[in-house]
C-alpha cells in the first residue's frame, strides 16, 4: 500500500508556466520534505516542514515555493519554471524523533521543462 | 557544509560476488546512517540503517560503520543482477534540523549475470 503518494508521476510545462507538484501521505508524519534530483545527482533538499513549520534551504531559488494546508498534504510550486528546474521531484516523510528515524520518500514526480 | 561522499562507479561484479560500497562523510557529530536503492527512474528506498560502530546484518547486506573514521559501508553478498541500481548513503545531521537527511550521489552497482 503506498504511504507517500506524488501527483502526477510525470509534468510537462512550458517555459514560464507555474505548475504545482502535490504530495500525499497516510503515515501521519510530522515531517514533509521536498527534494530535486537530477541525473547522476544526490537528491538535494529544498525545504521541508516540521508540522506547520516551514525551513526553507538557503541555496533554494525563490521561484520554488511550497505549501502544506494540512498534516496529510503537501504542495511545491515552481513559478516559472526553467529549463534548468527539469528533474525528478522527491516527497518524503519522516518523524520528528528517534536516531533510526527513516525518510519514507514517494514515487517521484518527472518534470519536464519545454 | 556537511558532505557526504561515494564513489559515482559504475561498480560492476560478476552474478554471485561480494559487492563493496563505500561512503565517507563530513559532520563528525552525524548519529546515524542510511542506505538506499535507487533503481533507474524510481524514488530511493531504504535497505537499512546503522548507529552503531560495528557491523549490522540484515539477509544479503550487512552494514558497516566506522565513526572514528567516519567512514561507512554496505555490504551485499551473492549479488544478484536484481541487485543492479544506484546506491544512495544518506546520514542524519547532527544539531538544529537533526531529522534532516543528507545524500551522497549513489554509486551505481551492476550485478553482470
Known sequence: DAMVIQNPRYQVTQFGKPVTLSCSQTLNHNVMYWYQQKSSQAPKLLFHYYDKDFNNEADTPDNFQSRRPNTSFCFLDIRSPGLGDAAMYLCATSRRMGISTEAFFGQGTRLTVV | ?113
Open chain 2, 1 to 113: 557544509q556537511k558532505e557526504v561522499e561515494q564513489n559515482s562507479g559504475p561498480l560492476s561484479v560478476p552474478e554471485g560476488a561480494i559487492a563493496s560500497l563505500n561512503c565517507t562523510y563530513s559532520d563528525r557529530g552525524s548519529q546515524s546512517f542510511f542506505w538506499y536503492r535507487q533503481y533507474s527512474g524510481k524514488s530511493p528506498e531504504l535497505i537499512m540503517f546503522i548507529y552503531s560502530n560495528g557491523d549490522k546484518e540484515d539477509g544479503r547486506f550487512t552494514a558497516q560503520l566506522n565513526k572514528a573514521s567516519q567512514y561507512v559501508s554496505l555490504l551485499i553478498r551473492d549479488s544478484q543482477p536484481s541487485d543492479s541500481a544506484t546506491y544512495l548513503c544518506a546520514v542524519r545531521n547532527s544539531g538544529a534540523g537533526s531529522y534532516q537527511l543528507t545524500f551522497g550521489k549513489g554509486t551505481k552497482l551492476s550485478v553482470i549475470p
